[in-house]
C-alpha cells in the first residue's frame, strides 16, 4: 500500500524558514517523480514543485521560485521542502505526491502537513 | 500558463441522478488531464488519467472524455458518497495547474 506521511508543519513568521518532509513507502520511491502541492484551507489545489525521479529535473511555481527548493533522498525513500522567505500568503495545507504514469501526473497524495505563517 | 476552467462552479443533484463538470483549458492539451476528487479534510483522489481512462479501482460509474481544449467528467447514479468536490488538472504543460473546483452538493 502506498503511504506518503509529511512532517514539519508548524506556525512561522514571515521571513522565516521551514523545511517540510515526506516519507514514502510502499512503492519503489526511486522509480517516480514526486511532487508538492499545496492547498489553502477551504480553496484550491495549487501546484508547487516537482522533482524526477533522479533529482536531476525540477521545477518551481512562479509563486515560489528562488524561495523553495525540493529535493530527495532515495536512499532513505524521503521527500523534501526547504522554504525560505516565508510569506503570509504561503498558508496552506501542503501535500507530498508520488508521481503517476506520466510527468505531471499525480496518483497518490499524503494527508498534508499544515504551513501557517502569521505574526 | 494554461488556465484551466471549471463549470459549473456549483452543482446541486440528487441521489440517482447523472451528472456532467465540464473543463476547459485556455489551449490544447491534447488529453493530458486528469480528474480527481475531494472530500472534506481529506487528500485528493486520482480518478480518471488521459482525459478518459479509469484509475485502477475506481467504479465504472466515472467516466472522462474529450481532448484539446474542452473535456468533461461524468457521474452516473449519483450515491451520498459521490458528493465532494472536483478539480480537473492539466498534465500537458509545466507548470501543471488545476481547475477551481466544482463542488458537488446534494439537493
Known amino acids: 500500500e502506498v503511504q506518503l506521511v509529511e512532517s514539519g508543519g508548524v506556525v512561522v513568521q514571515p521571513g522565516g524558514s521551514l523545511r517540510l518532509s515526506c516519507a514514502a513507502s510502499g512503492f519503489i520511491f526511486d522509480d517516480n517523480a514526486m511532487y508538492w502541492v499545496r492547498q489553502v484551507p477551504g480553496k484550491g489545489l495549487e501546484w508547487v514543485a516537482l522533482i524526477s525521479w533522479d533529482g536531476m529535473t525540477t521545477y518551481y511555481a512562479e509563486s515560489v521560485k528562488g524561495r523553495f527548493t525540493i529535493s530527495r533522498d532515495n536512499s532513505k525513500n524521503s521527500l523534501y521542502l526547504q522554504m525560505s522567505s516565508l510569506r503570509i500568503e504561503d498558508t496552506a495545507l501542503y501535500y507530498c505526491?508520488?508521481?503517476?504514469?506520466?510527468?505531471?501526473?499525480?496518483?497518490?497524495w499524503g494527508q498534508g502537513t499544515l504551513v501557517t505563517v502569521s505574526s | 500558463d494554461i488556465q484551466m476552467t471549471q463549470s459549473p462552479s456549483t452543482l446541486s443533484a440528487s441521489v440517482g441522478d447523472r451528472v456532467s463538470i465540464t473543463c476547459r483549458a485556455s489551449q490544447s492539451i491534447s488529453s493530458w488531464l486528469a480528474w480527481y476528487q475531494q472530500k472534506p479534510g481529506k487528500a485528493p483522489k486520482l480518478l480518471i488519467y488521459k482525459a478518459s481512462s479509469l484509475e485502477s479501482g475506481v467504479p465504472s460509474k466515472f467516466s472522462g472524455s474529450g481532448s484539446g481544449t474542452e473535456f468533461t467528467l461524468t457521474i452516473s447514479s449519483l450515491q451520498p458518497d459521490d458528493f465532494a468536490t472536483y478539480y480537473c488538472?492539466?498534465?500537458?504543460?509545466?507548470?501543471?495547474?488545476f481547475g477551481q473546483g466544482t463542488k458537488l452538493e446534494i439537493k
Open positions: 505526491a508520488k508521481g503517476g504514469y506520466s510527468y505531471g501526473l499525480v496518483d497518490y
Open positions: 488538472q492539466q498534465y500537458s504543460n509545466y507548470p501543471y495547474t
